[in-house]
Nanobody, 119 residues
Framework: QVQLVESGGGLVQAGGSLRLSCAAS????????TGWYRQAPGKQRELVAS???????NYADSVKGRFTISRDNAKNTVYLQMNSLKPEDTDVYYC?????????????WGQGTQVTVSS
């Protein structure tokens, strides 16, 4: 089992910044991929950004140039730095991790953290 605990959400004005943190219960270097997703009520959860164990990153087009995903292996924590926030970034943000065990990938989710951007 992998526990993921998110923090760092909150209320910010448009144009502001927030940094989300996701602390994992195991070494994140053991995780094939970690990422951040977001979901609005009534909508599907969508990928915001991800980072592989090799350090490759992937971003949704809507956040490219504004958000940066990174990780600190020593702290077993993945971060999402969000700059130039827009009201449309308002969502619940979820941390996700994929752990390959015995050749089978297993996905894990955090509890979510609310991000609200006011106009």
């Amino acid at each position: 089992q992998v526990q993921l605990v998110e923090s760092g959400g909150g209320l910010v004005q448009a144009g502001g910044s927030l940094r989300l943190s996701c602390a994992a219960s195991i070494s994140i270097s053991s995780l094939s991929t970690t990422g951040w997703y977001r979901q609005a009520p009534g909508k599907q959860r969508e990928l915001v950004a991800s980072i592989t164990s090799a350090g490759s990153t992937n971003y949704a087009d809507s956040v490219k140039g504004r958000f940066t995903i990174s990780r600190d292996n020593a702290k077993n924590t993945v971060y999402l730095q969000m700059n130039s926030l827009k009201p449309e970034d308002t969502d619940v943000y979820y941390c996700n991790a994929v752990w390959v065990v015995g050749g089978l990938p297993r996905g894990y989710w955090g509890q979510g953290t609310q991000v609200t951007v006011s106009s």
